[in-house]
């Protein structure tokens, strides 16, 4: 069954980083998309970054730009989240995501992983 698997959250200071891995457990196309997003307790759900698999400029949400990387590894099936200079404010669980679309709308991702958390400690 095909799977998004996740890793590398953990908890933090205020100005650290952290380095999130989604590995898919099958080959990804390369007319995907591939995103990252976050929930925090009581929030919505909110889009954090994207890139297309073939390549392309990725996106940005504004709360995060320039501050996080998001890069791939397409022999692998494995792509990444850099966090660097982390805040309270990213506070939440990070969920991995592939679908079809170049959108920042979680409802256009048909595959997800399974959350990682992230804490960061001011």
């Known amino acids: 069954q095909a799977r998004l698997v996740e890793s590398g959250g953990g908890s933090v200071q205020a100005g650290d980083s952290l380095r999130l891995s989604c590995a898919a457990s099958?080959?990804?196309?390369?007319?995907?998309?591939m995103a990252w997003f976050r929930q925090s307790p009581g929030k919505e759900r909110e889009f954090v970054a994207l890139?297309?698999?073939?390549?392309?400029?990725?996106l940005y949400a504004d709360a995060v730009k320039g501050r996080f990387t998001i890069s791939k590894n397409n022999a692998e099936n494995t792509f990444y989240l850099q966090m660097n200079n982390l805040q309270a404010e990213d506070t939440a669980v990070y969920y991995c995501?592939?679908?079809?679309?170049?959108?920042?709308?979680?409802?256009?991702?048909?595959?997800w992983g399974q959350g990682t958390p992230v804490t960061v400690a001011s």
């Open positions: 890139i297309r698999w073939r390549g392309g400029p990725p």
């Open positions: 995501a592939v679908g079809s679309h170049y959108e920042t709308n979680q409802r256009s991702y048909n595959s």
């Open positions: 099958w080959r990804v196309y390369s007319s995907s998309v």
